[in-house]
């Protein structure tokens, strides 16, 4: 049996941009992360 590792990165964020760490601030995605996040959510579940 063969297994499936997959490496996931978060959704697109606004302040991703301004190449500076972030920390482990919780920040919310922005509309193209949230649709990232849904298209992952669509792969996953095959």
């Known amino acids: 049996m ?3 590792i997959y490496l996931i990165r ?3 964020i ?3 941009n301004e ?3 972030i920390g482990i ?3 919310p ?3 193209e992360g949230t649709l990232q ?3 992952l ?3 996953l579940k095959k």
Do not use: A, P
């Open 14 to 16: 606004n302040v991703g």
């Open 2 to 4: 063969s297994r499936k």
């Open 41 to 43: 959510k669509s792969f």
């Open 29 to 31: 995605l922005n509309e």
């Open 19 to 21: 190449k500076r760490y």
């Open 25 to 27: 601030t919780d920040i």
């Open 10 to 12: 978060h959704g697109k």
């Open 37 to 39: 996040v849904l298209k």
